[in-house]
């Protein structure tokens, strides 16, 4: 019954490697995050999707490709990792034009060796 | 621009003490306020918020923050603090705007002692 998903949880890799982190949601809500979660614990967007139509796009680096196959899910593939990108990164759903907060995954700790 | 400001990244109480978090935004436009909570490796709770109508609002266990517009303040508050209420809180806001999305405070640690 979680409503919102993401795998894995634990994602160790080497740098220059290529890889995933999936998410899904079942509350039925129209718009997707990511966010990224340093190591002092800030939390910054980077990407939105609307019904799949991607409306938010922060200055992050053009590895990170997000990809919305459907308003359910959000993924988010990192290509030619580099130490910088070990963070957690958290995805989240919401309804837009009912307001009522974020709804959050439990998190994706990435740690890039 | 719209930002957050959360004063004091460290916050130590007494269990049983009054538990006051700082919060406070910028913005040009009628802001939505929300205090969310991180537990140790964990994902992010919501704890309240606040959109329209009452300005204190209640939240989950035992929390409650008051919206004062004229301060642009949004501060959470607890009568008595409990040992499993430590943990990093973030304050956030957002506005019905398209193309935005939630923008969170650095976070305050909250540390209970007993």
């Known amino acids: 019954d979680t409503a919102v998903s993401q795998t894995p949880k634990y994602l160790v890799t080497q740098m220059g490697n290529d890889k995933s982190i999936k998410c899904e949601q079942n509350l039925g809500h129209d718009t997707m995050y990511w966010y990224k979660q340093d190591s002092k614990k800030f939390l910054k967007i980077m990407f939105s999707?609307?019904?799949?139509?991607?409306?938010i796009n922060e200055t992050v680096p053009n590895r990170f490709s997000p990809k919305s196959p459907d308003k359910a899910h959000l993924n988010l593939h990192i290509n030619s990792l580099e130490l910088g990108d070990s963070a957690v990164y958290f995805c989240?759903?919401?309804?837009?034009?009912?307001?009522?907060?974020?709804?959050f995954g439990s998190g994706t700790r990435l740690t890039v060796v | 621009a719209q930002s957050v400001t959360q004063l004091g990244s460290h916050v130590s109480v007494s269990e049983g003490a009054l538990v006051l978090l700082r919060c406070n935004y910028s913005?040009?436009?009628?802001?939505?306020l929300f205090w969310y909570v991180q537990y140790p490796n964990q994902g992010l709770q919501l704890l309240l918020k606040y959109t329209t109508g009452a300005t204190l609002v209640k939240g989950i266990n035992g929390f409650e923050a008051e919206f004062k517009k004229s301060e642009t303040s949004f501060h959470l508050t607890k009568p008595s603090a409990h040992m499993s209420d430590a943990a990093e809180y973030f304050c956030a806001v957002s506005f019905n705007q398209a193309g935005t999305a939630l923008i969170f405070g650095k976070g305050t640690t909250l540390s209970v002692s007993s």
């Open positions: 913005s040009s436009v009628p802001p939505y």
């Open positions: 989240a759903s919401s309804q837009r034009r009912q307001f009522y907060g974020y709804t």
């Open positions: 999707y609307n019904n799949k139509e991607l409306i």
